[in-house]
């Protein structure tokens, strides 16, 4: 009989890096995670009220057709489109959301800062 060995899923320490360094990297990350799932949600609550049921046109690909990210988006049968097409949307175009900021028209229309 084999015995299955333990394997650490953290990676091992670098050179001059302790526990607390990894600790607080893993902090850094949740506080972040919160953030954006939080701005997230509060964008397709915003969404919600001003495009896909603020209308009644809903063309053949399922989408409202109000929103710069409307391009992107696929189906809106099911949670947070519009929050998945803007994450499909910045990916394709290489931008970056800050999370601190609520002006949910201002993405809904494209616009980007200093714009």
């Not at 299955?4 to 949740?30: C, N, W």
């Not at 809903?58 to 409202?64: A, L, Q, V």
């Not at 809106?76 to 949307?89: D, E, H, I, K, Q």
Request: hydrophobic fraction near 25%; charge should be negative.
């Amino acid at each position: 009989m084999i015995k299955a060995e333990k394997i650490s899923m953290s990676p091992p320490l670098q050179d001059g890096e302790d526990a607390d360094d990894i600790v607080r990297q893993v902090e850094l990350f949740t506080d972040y995670a919160k953030k954006k799932r939080s701005w997230e949600n509060a964008f397709q609550k915003w969404s919600n009220d001003h495009g896909i049921e603020a209308t009644e046109h809903i063309d053949s690909y399922g989408c409202c057709g109000y929103g710069s990210m409307c391009d992107w988006c696929e189906d809106n049968s099911y949670g947070r489109p519009c929050v998945r097409a803007l994450n499909t949307m910045c990916r394709e175009k290489r931008i970056k959301i800050d999370y601190s900021k609520r002006d949910f028209e201002k993405i809904w229309r494209g616009e980007r800062e200093g714009e």
